[in-house]
């Protein structure tokens, strides 16, 4: 027996939730198991089945919360075999036990390290130069392309079961995540130079050298490991009393 | 009224931000102009928005660690600044958005220490759910999932609009007090700026990732300088 389209619908609606009782314990599992139960259910009429399938999937787990869509998918396909009798109930869980830690790395490097801080980068950057418009166009073009593909990652990994690795490597992730890398950092350093001309327009040619300045020794602050809120309170407090001593200089002007 | 909306809107950011979508709601960029915008100042949000997610880029919850709470940070500053800015009758100035991230930033590590007890508390969640299954409740504890989303709301719901309202407070007693001080913190708003495009490239751990910050910084300073000269 294989899961209705409509129930799989309803699982990745609910894979959108996976992590909303993360918990020190168990992780993501109490996620996992609200997401496949609409499949389970479909699967297995005989109740005690059912609470015993839910329970394997009560079972720590924890991956990153897109990548994860393709473990929903491959564990529907793995219980659809466990209901059928063709292989043991332990597949399923041996199947996220296996995938859990790769299509974390996937995730977390794709994802978190390249994509979504790049669209973070070019959402700030369109909304210096264009304001609100630049802002959800960038957003909307984010959730397009991230929601388009935990679909496809969902979806893979129902069909193809433990095939979904070689797809997941089609799609090459790790190679567009240093692209995206490499334009974000392109990106801020726009934002860096767009920020020093505001600031030269607005005050004066000296803002602008001083926000360069700050720019470059936070890169080489930063870079030594410097905590970031410290680091903050330094800039601001250091270009106020530039600015004030500027100020002074110009005779209170 | 204000600030029940700055608690609702704080409370769905951190929502959005782990147990539901992410889908870059709860990020600054797009957190500060929704706070501006549901209180009535989107050119405020929108100005706060860009150098706050530069600064928090890095901020990512990978595996089990805990980032700072830029979201529970942004709903703060940016409430404080719009309420400050309102006040004072000049809107979010870049003199009152540094005083307000000067005064409500560090609400972001004190988020990551509340994020710490949330996700301890929803262990209970998870073993009330097992203890539900062995009664025979299967949809019952799988709802206790849902649950989880409830205490993130709550706390970001009550810490955001007390820090805002010390924001609003604060800043407008500040600069009426010494209207001078308007000018130096607009340089301290310049260097923000350069450091938060720092932290934003760092961020990236890119390999080749200062040069190219570089490279794109030189470039758009020669193009602007290029057409402001033109015009």
């Known amino acids: 027996m294989s899961v209705p389209p409509m129930t799989l619908r309803r699982v990745f609606w609910r894979c959108l939730f996976l992590q909303a009782a993360w918990n020190r314990r168990g992780m993501q599992n109490l996620g996992f198991a609200y997401a496949i139960d609409p499949a389970l259910r479909r699967l297995y009429a005989d109740p005690g089945k059912r609470n015993e399938a839910l329970r394997r999937h009560l079972a720590t787990f924890n991956c990153h919360p897109y990548t994860a869509a393709a473990i929903v998918g491959g564990a529907i396909h793995h219980e659809e075999r466990v209901a059928a009798g063709e292989e043991p109930p332990g597949a399923p869980l041996a199947y996220k036990q296996v995938l859990q830690g790769p299509l974390a790395a996937v995730g977390d490097s794709f994802f978190w390290a390249g994509l979504r801080p790049f669209f973070g980068a070019m959402a700030a950057v369109g909304t210096l130069a264009l304001g609100w418009p630049a802002l959800v166009a960038a957003l909307l073009l984010y959730n397009a392309l991230h929601l388009w593909l935990r679909w496809t990652l969902f979806r893979a990994g129902y069909r193809a079961g433990d095939d979904v690795v070689v797809r997941l490597a089609s799609l090459s992730l790790p190679t567009w995540a240093a692209r995206l890398r490499d334009g974000g950092a392109v990106l801020c350093g726009v934002a860096a130079g767009a920020g020093a001309l505001s600031a030269a327009g607005r005050l004066s040619a000296g803002a602008g050298v001083l926000a360069i300045l700050v720019a470059a020794a936070g890169i080489v602050v930063l870079g030594l490991r410097a905590r970031l809120f410290p680091t903050v309170y330094a800039a601001m407090a250091m270009g106020t009393a530039t600015g004030a001593v500027t100020q002074l200089l110009r005779g209170g002007r | ?231």
């Not at chain 2, 019952?140 to 805002?164: D, I, K, Q, T």
């Not at chain 2, 010494?178 to 700026?193: E, H, I, K």
């Open chain 2, 1 to 231: 009224m204000d600030y029940l909306v700055v608690a609702v809107v704080a409370g769905l950011a951190a929502v959005e931000r782990k147990g539901f979508l992410q889908a870059m709601l709860s990020r600054p960029v797009a957190l500060a102009p929704i706070v501006g915008l549901a209180l009535g100042d989107l050119p405020g949000g929108l100005l706060l928005g860009p150098p706050l997610e530069l600064l928090w880029l890095g901020a990512v919850n990978m595996g089990a660690s805990l980032p700072p709470n830029e979201a529970l940070g942004t709903a703060a500053i940016a409430a404080g600044a719009v309420l400050a800015g309102r006040a004072l009758g000049t809107g979010v100035t870049p003199a009152v958005a540094v005083l307000a991230i000067a005064l409500a930033g560090t609400l972001a590590a004190l988020g990551r220490a509340t994020d710490r007890a949330i996700e301890e508390w929803n262990v209970r969640l998870a073993a009330r759910a097992e203890v539900l299954l062995e009664r025979g409740s299967p949809i019952a504890a799988v709802r206790e999932n849902l649950y989880g989303m409830a205490l993130p709301f709550v706390v970001s719901a009550l810490l955001a609009p007390a820090a805002a309202a010390v924001v609003a407070r604060v800043i407008p007693g500040v600069l009426v007090e010494f209207p001078a001080l308007n000018a130096p913190l607009g340089w301290g708003w310049a260097a923000l700026g350069g450091l938060a495009a720092a932290a934003g490239a760092r961020a990236f751990r890119s390999a080749r990732g200062i040069g190219l910050f570089a490279g794109a910084a030189a470039v758009t300073l020669a193009v602007g300088w290029l057409l402001g000269g033109i015009r």
